[in-house]
């Protein structure tokens, strides 16, 4: 395996476990439960962490403490704290709480690739799910980094394949619209390494100031793959959830009953085996991956968490 040691071969992990990973879960986790998770996150080395979103309540009750979240947590320098927001009024929220001085310092806002998807996930069409965007982009006011998401990049549940060239060009509109970091979704796990490689490519070459970030399911034990071959065609930035846990839609009826986020401490252990630096402090994470397995009540999708770090990885 090709060992790397300059800064340039770092990844920047993003830890979804507090929006992604709860999203679906029957448990409703206290307020302070998420503080104390995403503080402990905040000093293991996470640069990146997913910590609420501003759905609506009613739909989503797991974050109707989106800003008590935001307005708990400590911040440190550096590390951006992500709120998903579906829709304008999420902003709204979002400018309302940054202007309180607690908000969210990164939101994401997102389109499906293919037109089903939009009218399943998001109950409108990919032009109108556009109207929204540049509505969300315009009343943030350049206050937030923000993170277009581009979901079934690499496949619809519905539809089938996803043309690449619709995927570059919402990269290239987000890239318009003063957006430069986009993640591409692979939602229902039907990213192959080879479309990995020629997706984030064509990406690559058809944005210029787009930073790309991928974002894989599980769903056919094709992350960890996926993640390689994203890194080996450029791709530094990455997503992941502590126990692998999330991204389980099952309103939307689709992914057979599990999907599942990437596992955090899996990919860790294989970057850092690979001599690519993480900057995740591995002891810290090992405690927290306990942790969230005593919060849920169960035990998670973990491989690292069982059997240990590889004992050949450099302390
Ligand atoms: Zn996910």
């Known amino acids: 395996m090709t060992q790397f ?17 709860l999203q679906h879960e029957p448990t409703i986790l206290g307020t302070g439960t998420k503080i104390q998770l995403i503080d402990r996150l905040s000093t293991i080395g996470f640069k990146r962490i997913e910590a609420t979103s501003y759905s609506n309540p009613a739909v989503i009750p797991q974050f109707s403490d989106a800003s008590a979240v935001l307005k708990g947590i400590t911040r440190h320098e550096g590390i951006y704290y992500k709120a998903t927001c579906p829709n304008p009024r999420a902003v709204q929220r979002a400018v309302a709480d940054l202007e309180q001085g607690f908000g969210a310092n990164e939101i994401s806002v997102l389109i499906s690739a293919s037109d089903s998807h939009s009218q399943k996930n998001l ?3 990919r032009a109108d799910q556009w109207d929204n965007i540049r509505q969300m982009v315009e009343s ?23 043309p690449m060239a619709r995927v570059v060009e919402d990269a290239q509109r987000f890239q318009e ?9 692979d939602t229902t796990g039907m990213a192959t390494p080879a479309t990995t490689r020629r997706l984030f490519t064509e990406i690559m070459r058809g944005t210029s100031e787009v930073t790309p970030i991928a974002h894989f399911h599980n ?3 094709t992350a960890l793959l996926n993640y390689v071959a994203a890194y080996e065609a450029g791709v530094r930035y990455f997503d992941c959830a502590l126990g692998g846990v999330g991204g389980h839609p099952h309103q939307i009826k689709y992914g057979g009953g599990y999907t599942g ?12 085996s690979m001599g690519i630096p993480t900057g995740i402090d591995k002891d810290g994470l090992l405690q927290v991956s306990r942790q969230c ?23």
């Open 123 to 125: 109950k409108r069409s």
């Open 177 to 185: 619209l003063g957006i430069q970091y986009v993640t591409l979704g």
């Open 140 to 162: 943030s006011g350049g206050r937030f980094r923000i993170i277009g998401t581009i979901s079934v990049a690499f496949g619809c549940p519905f539809e089938g394949a996803v």
């Open 261 to 272: 986020n990437a596992c955090t401490e899996d990919l860790v252990g294989l970057f850092e």
């Open 5 to 21: 040691s300059a800064d340039s071969a770092a990844v920047t992990l993003c830890e979804c476990f507090c929006r992604d990973g």
């Open 293 to 315: 397995e005593e919060i849920l009540g169960r035990q998670l999708d973990s491989h690292i968490a069982r059997t240990g770090w590889n004992p050949l990885t450099a302390a």
């Open 219 to 221: 769903s056919r034990n």
